[in-house]
């Protein structure tokens, strides 16, 4: 078994974060340890209640140490933290230390200057994706701050303007008023489209992504703006509305040349066995022939029409490719879509359906029997 997330929180990670700390500030190496890894509670705590232990057990060290439990002078020994930890290589295991941008929203929430300015440095080292929600929820203005921090010389500070400010971000708290009207949110993906860091673009993709989801008018004329602005646009407008072109939307798919009316014929189409046992595939082909007297360009799909627990059929749609075909040509697919029970998938039994789909329209379609 692949070992879990949480584990990565161990007495090795936590000995040589007391010892990084013990660099800024005094810290109590066996009170430390007690509200972390030796409290009787933590073997059952997940991955985020772990983050939010260390967190809590940082905040009890900084209050030992500032009888006031000031949150400025507490802020800024996280600051000196990060610029300690800045000067190191951690890698991927960045995201281990979300714990302090945990302590930023659980204390700090009523010190909004401070709070921005250490989040402005914190997110350089690990994303303060997640904290810096409440504070949009509560201080409308931190948008400002958001729109400043798009045009910041940090990629991770960048970064954060996008990701942190998108409506439906997945384990994070929803943002209404964005899922509401995203129109604020514009600015910051105009000025992060063509961005020079990838991760940046990614998440502006995301975040348009997002706001197809509530508002796909508004994700539609973005994308009729800036497609074809550049290769980087184009492609932040493709992965952006990933979800309109999966769904068939004319008016998305008609912003890369896809149309609903091209001209063509699918032959040949068919399922090797109509009759699959869970954990074998589903394997099939078909021809497709360009019947237009000009260079067209098709988006292949093909749709499974999985049986779910209440008997009804739920469609998934798996992407082939984008292809051009000269007139007349005609070009073949062989693919197999596996049957196995996934956590995030599972599989019943009784009849299924596969079908192509060709620039977002259903074509011909194969009945096939699942057996468990």
């Known amino acids: 078994m692949a070992d879990l997330l949480k584990d990565l929180y161990n007495q090795s990670f936590i000995d040589n974060l007391i010892q990084e700390l013990k660099q800024i500030t005094q810290i109590d190496e066996n009170r430390f340890l007690e509200n972390t890894i030796k409290n009787q509670t933590w073997v059952n705590l997940e991955l985020k209640q772990r983050m939010r232990q260390i967190s809590t057990a940082i ?50 929430i009523d010190d909004f200057e401070n709070s921005m300015n250490a989040i402005e440095i914190i997110t350089q080292f690990t994303s303060c994706e997640f904290a810096i929600r409440p504070f949009i929820i509560k201080y409308p203005k931190t948008l400002e701050y958001m729109v400043e921090w798009s045009k910041h010389k940090n990629a991770m500070v960048r970064r954060l303007a996008s990701e942190g400010s998108r409506p439906r971000l997945p384990w994070g708290i929803a943002l209404q008023e964005f899922k509401k009207n995203p129109t604020p949110l514009l600015e910051i ?50 992965h952006g509305l990933r979800t309109l072109l999966k769904s068939g939307n004319q008016q998305a798919l008609s912003l890369f040349g896809l149309q609903h009316n091209q001209n063509y014929e699918i032959s040949n189409f068919n399922v090797k066995e109509t009759v699959i046992n869970l954990g074998g595939k589903v394997e099939f082909e078909f021809t497709i022939t360009n019947k237009s007297t000009v260079q067209s360009v098709y988006r292949l799909e093909y749709v499974i029409y999985y049986k779910k627990s209440n008997g009804r059929n739920n469609p998934k749609v798996f992407q082939i490719g984008e292809y051009y075909l000269s007139p007349n040509e005609t070009q073949s697919y062989y693919k197999y879509q596996w049957l196995k029970d996934f956590t995030t998938r599972k599989h019943y039994a009784g009849e299924h359906k596969i079908c192509i789909k060709v620039n977002g329209l259903e074509t011909d379609s194969i009945l096939f029997n699942l057996c468990i």
């Open 189 to 238: 993906l105009e000025n992060l489209i063509n961005d020079e860091n990838e991760v940046v673009r990614r998440s502006v993709a995301n975040n348009l992504n997002d706001i197809c989801k509530d508002n796909p008018n508004i994700a539609i004329e973005f994308g009729k703006k800036w497609v074809n602005n550049s290769e980087y646009a184009n492609k932040v407008i493709r």
């Open 59 to 108: 905040s009890v060290e900084l209050e030992y140490n500032y009888q006031d439990n000031n949150y400025s002078n507490n802020v800024n020994v996280i600051k000196e933290y990060i610029k300690l930890l800045l000067g190191k290589e951690k890698g991927k295991m960045e995201f281990l230390y979300m714990f302090l941008p945990n302590y930023i929203e659980d204390y700090g």
